[in-house]
């Protein structure tokens, strides 16, 4: 009730710039955060899952593309949650899309962006993450989300992924290839079978190559996908995926859709939360269906999560994780208590 009428606050002012305002100043209290915890307090290890060897204290963690940069890693473990998917994180920083690129549909409960994978890189993010691994609980998990820089041409793009890996394996717990972005021109096109399979190889073979001559061990490599796949698409997707040795995938980032919207808004740009749910849903019960033979193979769902309702919905689909973004900017900071406890 209380973040209900401080959002009515919130909500007066761009996105973006709230964002950028509690991302900048919440660091500095980061001493504070486990002080914090009592308010947060349920069981937080109720439903914990052990995913290829890397356990999770719950089932229920933060998407990509809220904590770009890592800049409250602390804080999500404070909050209850069991991970956070920083990112997505380029080889090179870049500034992302031209503003406003960041839009409320209120009466809808979602949200519309388009940031173009803004981050500071993939050198600033290493040291971001490992210094946060001093201060947070030994059993947090932090995933890496990675992409290539806007200028970097399709061709080449394993090259960016494989510089993303090089440079954050030994800070991250689990890796994750975005190509599913709506928001970086021609993204999308490396789902398709003229580049997946090329992509897949040399990331594989580049996380080999530094196993081997880091002495690392292996670590999870997942992929993100888009909701507006065909089931053609779709089971090409999956079969690249399970033949290169990728451990799982989430379903799903954003929708360039605009179905059944109650806001009159014309902006390009990813569309999640409530609106995405169903699309999200769908997908995840057809890769349900295409995994059923591979006990191994780990699906993560995101989209649409504001409820024990629509989190149980994820794990009803199959389900072995669950994410949480726009849910998180309606419902609060408290919004893992609220679903788990």
Not at 166 to 174: K, P
Not at 241 to 268: D, F, H, M, P
Request: glycine residues 8%; hydrophobic residues 40%; charged residues 25%.
């Amino acid at each position: 009730m209380l973040y209900k009428i401080l959002r009515l606050f919130l909500f007066r002012f761009r996105p973006e710039f709230i964002h950028n305002i509690i991302f900048t100043f919440l660091p500095f209290f980061k001493f504070f955060f486990p002080l914090l915890r009592p308010f947060y307090g349920f069981n937080e290890y109720a439903n914990s899952v052990t995913v290829n060897g890397l356990k999770f204290r719950n089932r229920l963690g933060i998407a990509a593309g809220l904590d770009k940069d890592g800049q409250l890693i602390e804080f999500w473990d404070t909050a209850g949650f069991s991970h956070v998917e920083v990112g997505t994180v380029t080889p090179l920083a870049q500034p992302g899309n031209p503003k406003p690129r960041l839009f409320r549909l209120v009466k809808d409960k979602g949200i519309i962006n388009r940031m173009g994978f803004n981050n500071h890189g993939a050198e600033k993010l290493k040291k971001k993450i490992l210094k946060a691994k001093k201060r947070v609980r030994k059993d947090f998990v932090i995933g890496v989300n990675i992409g290539k820089n806007k200028q970097t041409p399709l061709d080449k793009a394993h090259e960016d992924y494989a510089k993303c890996l090089d440079v954050l394996y030994e800070a991250g717990d689990y890796f994750v290839i975005n190509i599913s972005s709506p928001n970086t021109e021609g993204l999308r096109e490396l789902q398709g079978d003229k580049y997946i399979k090329d992509l897949l190889f040399e990331i594989v073979m580049k996380k080999n190559e530094i196993v081997k001559e880091k002495s690392l061990p292996e670590k999870n490599i997942f992929l993100k996908i888009a909701p507006d796949l065909t089931d053609e698409e779709l089971k090409t997707i999956y079969d690249a995926a399970v033949y290169y040795g990728i451990n799982g995938i989430i379903a799903t980032n954003t929708t360039i859709t605009r179905n059944n919207l109650i806001s009159k808004i014309n902006q390009e740009g990813g569309l999640s939360g409530k609106p995405l749910k169903g699309m999200s849903d769908t997908i995840l019960k057809k890769l349900n269906e295409l995994n059923r033979e591979s006990s191994d193979f780990i699906l993560i769902g995101a989209g649409g999560v504001f409820t024990s309702g629509d989190y149980k919905d994820k794990m009803a689909l199959g389900a072995d994780l669950v994410q949480v973004y726009t849910g998180l900017i309606y419902e609060g900071f408290g919004i893992a208590r609220k679903i788990l406890k």
